[in-house]
């Protein structure tokens, strides 16, 4: 629900905003879009999620495991810009960004004393460094929409990976991530052309190409074939 929320907001803000922008008014920054590079921060409210696929119930571990869902949770995202012109609709942008998120899992076995539940809240502080082109519709006054699409590196700095599960109590045991990620991103967004700066509003949706989970063994890994993330990130961008 709040994904759908988020991207009706951003469509409604859009077609408002274009339709405001064909009202005559003073252009500012005329030759903002001239410049070679410019710079700026964002900041991101994000909405963390898990891609689990299972193993098949014939594999070891797995037939005892009645149900395995993902849960999202809302972070968010601070980062600063660079932006390089390379033509008046194209421009490379380099984005890189701390993010805060956590997202879980939920596991349902099978087991003698009945239906056991259990809940692991896995947090990242993730290190974010994407590189995307963006794409750019002809200036409306102060208004102007665009789309992008590029890739990013993501190194997770709470990774636990390697970490050795001691415990035979299974609330005491977690489920550990690798520390790299590669991760493919598309988004759009709409330019607000103010006075002394550039504000923007970008919604981004980034995928996981790797498989994150640290195949330790455990009766929560085990079942598990890959797990790969995905992100929402909704921004507001200063750009000077």
Known sequence: MLRIKIIILALSLG????????????????????????????LGINNAYFIADRFPPTVAGSDSLFVLDAKSATGFNLGIISSMHLSPAFSLRFTPNLAFSSRSLIYQFKTYEGTKEYTKVIESTLINFPLSI???SVRVNNFSAYILAGAAYSLDLASNAGYENTSTDPND????????????EIGFGTDF???YF??????KMSYGLKDLLDHDETQFSSPIDQLRSKMFLLSLTFEG
């Open 15 to 42: 077609l408002f905003t274009k339709a405001f922008g064909q009202r005559p008014t003073t252009k500012n920054l005329a030759k903002f879009d001239h410049r070679f590079m410019h710079f700026g921060f964002l």
């Open 134 to 136: 963006k794409y750019k």
């Open 173 to 184: 045991i977690i489920v550990a991530l690798k520390k790299g990620d590669y991760l493919g």
């Open 193 to 195: 052309y103010l006075e």
């Open 198 to 203: 550039k504000f923007g509003l970008e919604l």
